[in-house]
């Protein structure tokens, strides 16, 4: 029913930049939290940024000032601007988003696909 749908990701060299995208789309009447998560390899899936529907946001301790996170409610759509890359975030980047169908339905989680970022030392 709620598609999300991930681009952006690559290969970059240190030091470098990649804007990620996730557009959301089916059965939505409303948006609250949406978010990008990342799960290295023989890691846990970890939480890199949230933005609410009232457009604040945080960050996990190891990306602030390096990325930044927002979002078009008009689009549907979040954006992760990631600069200065390091290895370390070399990793899978699902998004996530909290929708509901409708006024009265209960809030639903989904998440996109994943993304693949590769950052060379």
């Known amino acids: 029913q709620v598609q999300l749908v991930e681009s952006g990701g690559g290969l970059v060299q240190a030091g470098g930049s990649l804007r990620l995208s996730c557009a959301a789309s089916?059965?939505?009447?409303?948006?609250?939290?949406m978010g990008w998560y990342r799960q290295a390899p023989g890691k846990q899936r970890e939480l890199v940024a949230v933005v609410t529907s009232g457009k604040s946001t945080d960050y996990a301790d190891s990306v602030k000032g390096r990325f930044t996170i927002s979002r078009d409610n008009f689009k549907k759509t979040v954006y992760l601007q990631m600069n200065s890359l390091k290895p370390e975030d070399t990793a899978v980047y699902y998004c996530n988003a909290d929708t509901r169908r409708s006024w009265n339905s209960r809030v639903e989680e989904n998440w996109g696909q994943g993304t693949q970022v590769t950052v060379s030392p």
């Open positions: 089916g059965s939505i009447f409303s948006i609250n939290n």
